[in-house]
């Protein structure tokens, strides 16, 4: 049906796009908990109640999420370019990924966490724990399975951004399916694409479902 | 022992709730000690002053000669090591198995792994759990449940046991065998229990003394059978209606209605006089017909407590009303059920 050469591009494609999304969600994992934690237990009635810091993480978390991602990409291209060097190519696209998922992976972190049942916090506060215990031995492996949904819904929101990220040369799908499906109107090319991106899509959900059924015991 | 001196808490806000009104306590050691209360009246917040999930705005708490709101929050934790607390919701982490679960207080301690897991199989052991170390909370059931909570609340060898309303969440059996339990573990390792509920049961199977709450004072306080007999405070009064089971049950009172002619009457009785013939002596000492509808007899401790609902009928209804109530019973007429 295609020439080999499609299949070629598909398959650099598809890894670009892995190659984003995949490190884009670890460091947006990484950097995203910690702040996901500070929310939720900066927040009033938790085990380390502080109003004004909780605020003003609050907001700029809100800050970060508000500006659309395709404004982020281009108004932090500086920062791009002096962190990894270049502000062209899949590398330079994870640092603004990485950026918009941040805020994101915070909130959603933040509303797993807060599903920790009270009473198991207070009765590890009842037993002596410490905060950093609290954290690690109480809200972290209670939460993990939502934990792992919410990981699982942010890697999703990267394969679409990370579409996005081919207008600025950023490689991947999106890239291959503006230039050859949209600018040089190849339809198939566009159609498989599309297609690869929703079995792409389908397949992080059932995998992150699948993990986060397995690690319940709710 | 655990001291409370003119302890005061206020939950501040749009409306303020006065939780704990100068609230003066002791429990000594090795003592079961119940504290009842409605709902609201604060009982909740007065365990939790003992280990200080709740900060008194006023007074002092002392702990086995330790004030606790003079501790720095390292020593309040090292302090709270010693005190186990047991919940209505059991609050049992569901990512941890049973064996687990009893074996958290131990990690928060850094006890090392072998030292752990042998406290731990002694542990379950004494709650009956040794099947079910490997299960997870979600596997087992509510009595299962709480032991698991009594054996984590019991591995760092504490000497006091808090429980908020730990058998509120279970049925009367279960709850039965878990007050079995607390017994047994006060006799044998000597531990003083703190005992928060709402149901006077609890209170009379197992409690050595009790006080009672209401609107955040303590307005009757003693040891139990006392409280029990000579209840001073319409809330003690109020519990104690609990206990003997006064009330006639809706399908009783629905068969009763169906029957017609005479009067229906309910008669309670609390202690000394059980021990006398009394009905058998109105039956005979005037001209009317007696036949027991409905009954309810209870012993705490020594003491019977007990309910009768008669239909009397004759020409004498009155004279052998008025002669049972000479005889200290309490008479309702109860026709109208």
Not at chain 1, 4 to 20: C, D, G, N, Q, V
Not at chain 2, 109 to 129: D, I, T
Not at chain 2, 312 to 329: I, M, V
């Amino acid at each position: 049906m295609f020439n080999p050469m499609i299949w070629t591009m598909l398959k650099t494609a598809l890894l670009e796009t892995l190659y984003m999304v995949g490190v884009s969600t670890v460091f947006a994992v990484v950097l995203g908990l910690p702040l996901g934690i500070l929310l939720v237990i900066t927040s009033e009635g938790h085990i380390k109640p502080n109003k004004w810091f909780n605020t003003i993480l609050g907001w700029i978390v809100n800050v970060g999420r508000s500006v659309p991602f395709i404004i982020l990409m281009v108004a932090i291209i500086n920062f791009t370019r002096w962190l990894v060097g270049t502000s062209i190519g899949t590398t330079a696209a994870i640092v603004p990924l990485t950026i918009s998922a941040i805020p994101f992976f915070a909130r959603v972190t933040e509303q797993s966490l807060r599903e920790v049942d009270k009473g198991i916090i207070e009765a590890a506060q009842a037993m002596g724990a410490t905060t950093m215990q609290i954290i690690i031995k109480v809200l972290l492996p209670e939460a993990f399975s939502s934990l792992v949904l919410a990981m699982t819904i942010t890697a999703v929101n990267l394969i679409g951004y990370s579409a996005m990220a081919g207008a600025i040369g950023g490689g991947g799908l999106g890239d291959l399916a503006i230039r050859y499906g949209y600018q040089r109107f190849r339809g198939d090319i566009m159609l498989i694409t599309v297609i690869v991106l929703v079995i792409l899509v389908q397949g992080v959900q059932t995998i992150g479902n699948f993990i986060a059924r397995r690690l319940s015991h709710k | 022992m655990i001291q409370f001196e003119n302890v005061t808490k206020v939950y501040k806000g749009e409306n303020e709730v006065v939780a704990l009104s100068d609230v003066d306590l002791t429990i000594k050691d090795g003592e079961i000690f119940g504290i009842i209360g409605l709902s609201g009246a604060g009982k909740s917040t007065l365990v939790r002053c003992i280990n200080l999930l709740e900060t008194p705005d006023k007074g002092r708490v002392s702990v086995n000669g330790v004030d606790m709101l003079s501790l720095t929050s390292r020593r309040l934790r090292e302090e709270r090591k010693k005190i186990g607390m047991i919940f209505q919701h059991f609050n049992l982490l569901s990512s941890r198995t049973v064996e687990d679960n009893i074996a958290f207080p131990l990690e928060l301690s850094k006890v090392p792994k072998k030292v752990r897991k042998e406290k731990v199989a002694e542990l379950l052991e004494l709650v009956g759990l040794t099947d079910k170390a490997r299960a997870y909370p979600s596997q087992l059931s509510g009595g299962q449940k709480q032991r698991v909570g009594i054996a984590r609340a019991l591995a760092n060898d504490q000497e006091i046991l808090l429980c908020d309303e730990a058998t509120s969440a279970l049925d009367p059996q279960t709850t039965r065998s878990i007050l079995d339990l607390l017994k047994k573990i006060n006799k044998e390792r000597g531990i003083t229990i703190v005992i928060i509920t709402h149901e006077m049961n609890v209170i009379k199977e197992i409690c050595d003394k009790v006080a009672v709450i209401e609107d955040g004072r303590i307005i009757e306080s003693g040891v139990v059978e006392e409280v029990l007999l000579n209840p001073t405070t319409d809330t003690a009064k109020t519990f104690l209606k609990g206990v003997i089971k006064t009330e006639v049950p809706p399908e009783v009172a629905a068969r009763l209605k169906l029957s017609n002619g005479g009067e229906l009457i309910q008669i309670t009785f609390l202690g000394g006089e059980t021990g006398e013939p009394i009905i058998n002596e109105m039956v005979s000492k005037f001209d009317v017909l007696v036949n027991i509808l409905y009954g309810n007899i209870d012993q705490v401790q020594d003491i019977t407590f007990g309910m009768l609902v008669l239909k009397l009928t004759g020409p004498e209804q009155k004279l052998a009303k008025a002669f049972l109530e000479d005889k200290g019973l309490k008479v309702k007429v109860i026709s109208d059920v």
